[in-house]
């Protein structure tokens, strides 16, 4: 096996995207459509093999091209008056070409992932939190990641008739949110598997207090030119 290296890349060129996204809301429901190519796309963790020094370095390269169709929707469920469940789910296909090495393959992948958020309120203005995330295979560059998942928690409580929030809570209790992954590209006689675990694991107490006067009424702020315009009109 050879000796493994994390390297930046100062080489990288900067990538340009075209965009476009289609978005229809109703309510507190929103669907979205999104189309984007960027040249140069920047994809990090690209395993490059040194045969000759033993020696397989992963660092951040161009690829030639990155063309993705997306669909997103968002939307709430209310099951009670002190149950709601926030959803969102995106699913993306993605085709990319890599640019680094002799034979540059085009990949191809379709990827979906979800964040749902459920909020129970609890007497004495207290209310419990639990969400959950979840990312199907994916393909970054020539590297293929594996699904990974998180389970959060937390509980709050309002205070000072809810001005102020103190709020006690957990990031992905199962310790579930590992990167692995891996690389097979017999041209540049690459097989490979990584495990990359970024600790994500994490227990925060936060105190927040809103200094702001609710009593003011919002102001109507117009322009110089819609009150000309008004005069005109008049």
């Known amino acids: 096996d050879p000796n ?28 979205s ?5 960027t040249k140069n796309a920047i994809a990090a963790f690209q395993p490059v093999l040194d045969e000759s020094a033993n020696e397989q370095t ?11 169709y997306a669909i997103n929707a ?10 709601e469940m926030r959803t969102n789910l995106t699913g993306t296909y993605q085709k990319s070409k890599t640019a680094h090495y002799d034979e540059n393959p085009v990949l191809n992948s379709f990827r979906y992932s979800a964040h749902i958020t459920n909020t129970i309120d609890l007497p004495r203005e207290f209310s419990f939190e639990i969400s959950g995330d979840y990312q199907s295979k994916s393909v970054w560059g020539i590297m293929e990641i594996r699904q990974m998942g998180s389970l959060n928690i937390g509980v709050q409580k309002r205070i000072a008739s809810g001005r102020g929030m103190l709020r006690l809570s957990a990031d992905d209790i199962l310790h579930t949110k590992i990167w692995k992954g ?32 609710s009593q003011i009424k919002s102001m109507d702020v117009r322009t110089g030119s819609e009150e000309e315009q008004s005069r005109v009109n008049n």
């Open 4 to 31: 493994t290296f994390l390297s930046g890349n100062s080489d990288l060129n900067p990538a340009i995207s075209d965009a476009l996204k289609l978005d229809y809301t109703h309510i507190q429901w929103l669907v």
């Open 33 to 37: 459509l999104q189309y984007s190519y």
């Open 74 to 83: 968002s939307f709430p469920l209310f099951f009670t008056p002190w149950w």
């Open 182 to 213: 891996n690389t097979n590209l017999p041209s540049e006689n690459l097989d490979s598997q990584y495990i990359y675990d970024n600790k994500e694991r994490n227990i925060k107490l936060t105190f927040s207090w809103n200094f702001g006067n």
């Open 58 to 68: 992963y660092s951040t390269q161009n690829l030639s091209y990155s063309r993705s």
